[in-house]
């Protein structure tokens, strides 16, 4: 018998000009509707996705406007981590950011998947 995972990592590199954005919070917030604790690495231009005020007007129809997809997510109990490396290439700051975004490096990620984290990458 498989082993059940209740964990998901998501890994994002797309930012909001792609509809893989939107699909992945789609994926991310039915996961957590299914039960499962779920994290989103933000990395590369996927970063730009927390930054205060810079999604408000973006859709990739017929999903959910990409905002209310990631505010859904991150009041529904999902984790946002930025990659530290991209926060910092972009000139970002904490205070740039949406509330409930944390800065971090790859290892807090790797963490979960060594504990048997499934994951999936856009």
């Given at each position: 018998?498989?082993?059940?995972?209740?964990?998901?990592?998501?890994?994002?590199?797309?930012?909001?000009?792609?509809?893989l954005?939107?699909?992945?919070?789609?994926?991310?917030?039915?996961?957590?509707?299914?039960?499962?604790?779920?994290?989103?690495?933000?990395?590369?231009?996927?970063?730009?996705?927390?930054r205060?005020?810079?999604?408000?007007m973006?859709?990739a129809?017929?999903?959910?406007?990409?905002?209310?997809?990631?505010?859904?997510?991150?009041?529904?109990?999902?984790?946002?981590?930025?990659?530290t490396p991209?926060?910092?290439?972009?000139?970002?700051?904490?205070?740039?950011l949406?509330d409930?975004?944390?800065?971090?490096?790859?290892s807090?990620?790797?963490e979960?998947?060594?504990?048997?984290?499934?994951?999936?990458?856009?």
């Amino acid at each position: 018998m498989a082993s059940e995972t209740r964990e998901l990592v998501v890994v994002m590199t797309h930012g909001a000009d792609h509809e893989l954005s939107s699909v992945a919070f789609t994926i991310a917030n039915g996961a957590i509707t299914a039960g499962m604790t779920v994290y989103v690495f933000l990395t590369s231009a996927s970063v730009d996705l927390v930054r205060k005020g810079a999604i408000e007007m973006t859709q990739a129809a017929p999903l959910e406007p990409l905002a209310s997809l990631v505010k859904d997510f991150a009041a529904r109990g999902g984790t946002l981590w930025a990659c530290t490396p991209c926060v910092k290439a972009r000139g970002y700051e904490q205070a740039d950011l949406i509330d409930g975004v944390t800065i971090t490096g790859a290892s807090v990620m790797h963490e979960r998947i060594m504990d048997g984290a499934a994951t999936l990458s856009f």
